[in-house]
T-cell receptor, first 114, second 110 residues
Framework: AQSVTQPDIHITVSEGASLELRCNYSYGATPYLFWYVQSPGQGLQLLLKYFSGDTLVQGIKGFEAEFKRSQSSFNLRKPSVHWSDAAEYFCAVGTTSGTYKYIFGTGTRLKVLA | EAGVTQSPTHLIKTRGQQATLRCSPISGHTSVYWYQQALGLGLQFLLWYDEGEERNRGNFPPRFSGRQFPNYSSELNVNALELEDSALYLC?????????FGQGTRLTVV
């Protein structure tokens, strides 16, 4: 079955520390992969996406993610977190066969300590 | 083309009652997502329906439930309302890789 798992519901890091948000997926074919961020009062914003090619993807706001096919993972990373990064982060898989669909993870809430 | 429509716009209920929120996705979209946006908090994923079935569920108690109809519209039901259920409930549908949100239903529990 197609699924996206974000195993961490909440993560707390100190400002300036590094960050890694985990995402694992289950999908039969090569997926399209996305990370979205949802800040309070704002809509979903696309951070980055992977369709093909280089498995290390650079996104906005200093984020990057690495697609690891062998581990069915697409973890989001940032070397130094800023207080403004506090938000909800959603990993998503875009299906590549038939009608395009999103499969969203349940989200990880990031809290940043000053 | 009509966007994602939600009804009602506002809903006031008393604690312990049930609330029913409705969502009509964009024509041709088979997936419907429900989110809760409580005051001061980010968007929290509630439920995902696709092709009439519940595909994924967020970290919410069972009194949050819903369904998707054959025409792909959806209902979100919240039973035994609690004060902290007061929030904006957003419905979304997707086409390709763009997510379209409705305007939301503001639920107030008093």
């Amino acid at each position: 079955a197609q699924s996206v798992t974000q195993p961490d519901i909440h993560i707390t890091v100190s400002e300036g520390a590094s960050l890694e948000l985990r995402c694992n997926y289950s999908y039969g074919a090569t997926p399209y992969l996305f990370w979205y961020v949802q800040s309070p009062g704002q809509g979903l914003q696309l951070l980055l996406k992977y369709f093909s090619g280089d498995t290390l993807v650079q996104g906005i706001k200093g984020f990057e993610a690495e697609f690891k096919r062998s581990q069915s993972s697409f973890n989001l990373r940032k070397p130094s977190v800023h207080w403004s990064d506090a938000a909800e982060y959603f990993c998503a898989v875009g299906t590549t066969s038939g009608t395009y669909k999103y499969i969203f993870g349940t989200g990880t809430r990031l809290k940043v300590l000053a | 083309e009509a966007g994602v429509t939600q009804s009602p716009t506002h809903l006031i209920k008393t604690r312990g009652q049930q609330a029913t929120l409705r969502c009509s996705p964009i024509s041709g979209h088979t997936s419907v997502y429900w989110y809760q946006q409580a005051l001061g908090l980010g968007l929290q994923f509630l439920l995902w329906y696709d092709e009439g079935e519940e595909r994924n569920r967020g970290n919410f108690p069972p009194r949050f439930s819903g369904r998707q109809f054959p025409n792909y519209s959806s209902e979100l039901n919240v039973n035994a309302l609690e004060l902290e259920d007061s929030a904006l409930y957003l419905c979304a549908s997707s086409l390709g890789f763009r997510v379209f949100f409705g305007q939301g239903t503001r639920l107030t529990v008093v």
